[in-house]
Each structure stands twice: as C-alpha cells, then as structure tokens.
C-alpha cells in the first residue's frame, strides 16, 4: 500500500538513499533538507532528475529542523495535499569526536537540538494527524554508540543518541493505544572517516591539553578499535532497505527495534535486556497492551 512518508535530514548520505529506496518502491517521499534556495539547491536539483528519470513521486520540501516554524509549515503542506501522513523518518543527526570536556555548552546545546529536539518539533507537528488517523509509524534513527560500550572522545555524540533513544521509547507506550508504531533502527558503528569528517569541539585549546597530555594516544587507538569494529564504512544503502522492509512490515508486526549488522560493541545485547525488562516492566504495572499497537476502529 502506497504511503505518504517524510524522511529528515534526507539531503545525503543515510536519509538521501532511504528516499529513494521508498520512493522506487511506489511511495510518495518527502525529502526534508533545509536551505533549498541556497546550499543545498543543487540536492534539490537532484531530487528532481532522480524523480524524473524514475517517474516516482519524491519530492524535496524545505525543512530547518531547527525551527518549529520550519517543522509546522512542511508537515501542514504534506497534509494539505494528500489528507495524511503515513510515516515519519527521523533521520537528522549531526556527528561530532573529540574530548567532552572541550565541547562547550553551548555547542552541546546546539548537538542536542539537532539530535533530539528536532524530532520534538516534527513530533509535535505530525502526531495530531497521525492520532487522528488511528495509525502511523515513527521511525528513529539510533546509534550503537546509545548503548554499547562508551568509546573515548565520543561522549558528547553518544549522549546525544542515548536521550534519543529514551524518547523513543517514550514515544513507543504512548502512542500504542492510538495505533501509532515506533521502530528503532540501530546501525552499526560508522566507519573511520565518518569520525574524522565530523565536529569538532570549538575550545580547541582545551583540546590541545587532551592531545599533549596522557591520553594524546586515546584518538587514535579509539579510531583504530573502531575500524576493526567497522572494516568497512556503513553502506547508507543497506540501511535504507532496512527502513523500507520496516515500512512494508503489515501493521502491528513492525519490530520495536532492529540492530543492522550489529558490530561486537555490545549494543545488541545490552538492548536486548533492556528492551525486555522495559516489556517484564509494563506487564507488572498493568500496561502490558501497550507493547503492542492497537486496532482503531
């Protein structure tokens, strides 16, 4: 069955592919990116030769996950033209290595809105439609780095991605009575170069410190553990077909979380107990039909 989906963050890399991957597939595809008119003109440029050249219906729309302007006005758009929304994909994220301690406030702040704050804003634009329909799917975009075992100098990314996935769950006993899904998607470790392109703390000179001082070495050895976890850097493209299979999962057999070739950092195991004492837990406070969404009729 064809949905109206809207993907974040989906000017490249994961998010570029997953529109893709469900637009072929026969589903109206929202490309959310911010600044169409200006940096990112030439993704728009591209949204529109992959729409032409394939004859599918994928669209970019303007969308600054950091306004809740921004978020209200494409969410209200996708409503206005097809009288629902389907899917939501949070899909934006920014990626940021270096000692925590050099991270300032402010730029923590800053990783945080656009990590988890964003997906309040879309959340709050999108659900009254999605609760009104009696159904919907919210798909989050996780790391193993929320879970598995706390790699050096990726604390401030990590944090990020561990709040992200408590909201998610949150979300997910919450919104199963209204008929609306969660899935968790967990994809393995980026590779190398992911962490080298990535931010940067701006007090560099406390980073120095950590550079010159006993753990001048930490860097690089953590780079090298992360390579051997990840041989090879993650191919946007297998997650994408993970996050379309989720999509064409019939409803109420979505799983509430999928590990994508999990590396040996633990995350897996450790979110498979957690996410069982989670269930253990709603079924001893009465609330055992919230693990599974409900039928509106």
Same mark, same amino acid.
């Given at each position: 069955?064809?949905?109206?989906?809207?993907?974040? #963050?989906? /000017?490249?890399?994961?998010? /570029?592919?997953?529109?893709?991957?469900?637009?072929?597939?026969?589903?109206?595809?929202?490309?959310?990116?911010?600044?169409?008119?200006?940096?990112?003109?030439?993704?728009?440029?591209?949204?529109?030769?992959?729409?032409?050249?394939? %004859?599918?219906?994928?669209?970019?729309?303007?969308?600054?996950?950091?306004?809740?302007?921004? /978020?209200?006005?494409? *969410?209200?758009?996708?409503?206005?033209?097809?009288?629902?929304?389907?899917?939501?994909?949070?899909?934006?994220?920014?990626?940021?290595?270096?000692?925590?301690?050099?991270?300032?406030?402010?730029?923590?702040?800053?990783?945080?809105?656009?990590?988890?704050?964003?997906?309040?804003?879309?959340?709050?634009?999108?659900?009254?439609?999605?609760?009104?329909?009696?159904?919907?799917?919210?798909?989050?975009?996780?790391?193993?780095?929320?879970?598995?075992?706390?790699?050096?100098?990726?604390?401030?990314?990590?944090?990020?991605?561990?709040?992200?996935?408590?909201?998610?769950?949150?979300? /997910?006993?919450?919104?199963?009575?209204?008929?609306?899904? @969660?899935? *968790?998607?967990?994809?393995?470790?980026?590779?190398?170069?992911?962490?080298?392109?990535?931010?940067?703390?701006?007090?560099?000179?406390?980073?120095?410190?950590?550079?010159?001082?006993?753990?001048?070495?930490?860097?690089?050895?953590?780079?090298? #553990?992360?390579?051997?976890?990840?041989?090879?850097?993650?191919?946007?493209?297998?997650?994408?077909?993970?996050?379309?299979?989720?999509?064409? @999962?019939?409803?109420?057999?979505?799983?509430?979380?999928?590990?994508?070739?999990?590396?040996? %950092?633990?995350?897996?195991?450790?979110?498979?107990?957690?996410?069982?004492?989670?269930?253990?837990?709603?079924?001893?406070?009465?609330?055992?039909?919230?693990?599974?969404?409900?039928? *509106?009729?």
């Amino acid at each position: 069955m064809r949905k109206i989906i809207i993907v974040t #963050g989906a /000017a490249n890399g994961i998010g /570029a592919r997953t529109c893709k991957a469900l637009a072929l597939a026969g589903h109206a595809v929202y490309v959310a990116m911010r600044e169409t008119g200006s940096r990112n003109a030439h993704r728009l440029q591209e949204v529109e030769e992959f729409t032409r050249q394939h %004859d599918v219906e994928m669209r970019a729309i303007e969308l600054d996950v950091s306004s809740e302007d921004s /978020a209200d006005s494409a *969410i209200e758009a996708i409503i206005s033209e097809h009288g629902r929304l389907d899917v939501v994909v949070h899909n934006a994220a920014q990626i940021v290595y270096g000692p925590t301690e050099a991270f300032t406030a402010e730029q923590l702040a800053e990783l945080y809105d656009v990590n988890i704050l964003s997906t309040q804003r879309v959340n709050r634009a999108a659900l009254p439609q999605l609760r009104k329909q009696g159904q919907g799917l919210l798909i989050w975009i996780s790391s193993s780095s929320a879970r598995g075992s706390s790699v050096p100098f990726l604390g401030a990314y990590a944090s990020s991605k561990a709040a992200l996935d408590a909201l998610a769950l949150g979300y /997910a006993a919450e919104l199963a009575r209204w008929g609306i899904e @969660t899935t *968790i998607i967990v994809p393995r470790a980026l590779g190398r170069s992911h962490y080298i392109r990535s931010g940067r703390p701006r007090d560099t000179a406390r980073a120095e410190e950590y550079a010159d001082g006993p753990t001048a070495d930490v860097s690089e050895i953590a780079l090298e #553990g992360l390579a051997d976890l990840s041989p090879q850097d993650s191919d946007p493209q297998e997650v994408a077909n993970s996050i379309l299979k989720v999509v064409e @999962t019939p409803f109420g057999r979505r799983p509430l979380r999928l590990h994508f070739d999990p590396d040996d %950092d633990g995350a897996a195991i450790v979110d498979g107990v957690a996410d069982r004492i989670r269930a253990e837990l709603l079924r001893r406070i009465g609330l055992a039909d919230l693990l599974k969404p409900a039928v *509106i009729k």
